[in-house]
């Protein structure tokens, strides 16, 4: 059974950083791409960035593009989302997401529906 688990949300002010983790366990050899998602109070779920697993290609947001850097550790099947320069409108649950190879995908790797395996969330505070 396939699991995501993340750590490393919290408060910072503006200006600050964090660095978020996400650790899969089960099947880890199928992994295609794995990702981070937010989603702010009254907003829908928004893509972030994401990686994929082989060949280590990255993807951004615009909005984060420049302060967000995504990174993995395949030994550790491991991603990290590390955040930059951060601003109250980064403030959200951010979730870790897994698309594993062999799935059908309804989305491409910017979409939520392109991920079939999502970690509890954790929340990111930026105070000004």
């Known amino acids: 059974q396939v699991q995501l688990v993340e750590s490393g949300g919290g408060l910072v002010q503006a200006g600050g950083s964090l660095r978020l983790s996400c650790a899969a366990s089960?099947?880890?050899?199928?992994?295609?791409?794995m990702g981070w998602f937010r989603q702010a109070p009254g907003k829908e779920r928004e893509f972030v960035a994401a990686?994929?697993?082989?060949?280590?290609?990255?993807y951004y947001a615009d909005s984060v593009k420049g302060r967000f850097t995504i990174s993995r550790d395949n030994a550790k099947n491991t991603v990290y989302l590390q955040m930059n320069s951060l601003k109250p409108e980064d403030t959200a649950v951010y979730y870790c997401?897994?698309?594993?190879?062999?799935?059908?995908?309804?989305?491409?790797?910017?979409?939520?529906?392109?991920?079939?395996?999502w970690g509890q969330g954790t929340q990111v505070t930026v105070s000004s």
């Open positions: 997401a897994g698309r594993w190879s062999g799935g059908i995908y309804a989305g491409g790797i910017y979409a939520a529906s392109g991920y079939n395996y």
């Open positions: 990686t994929t697993w082989g060949g280590g290609s990255a």
């Open positions: 089960g099947r880890t050899s199928s992994i295609y791409a």
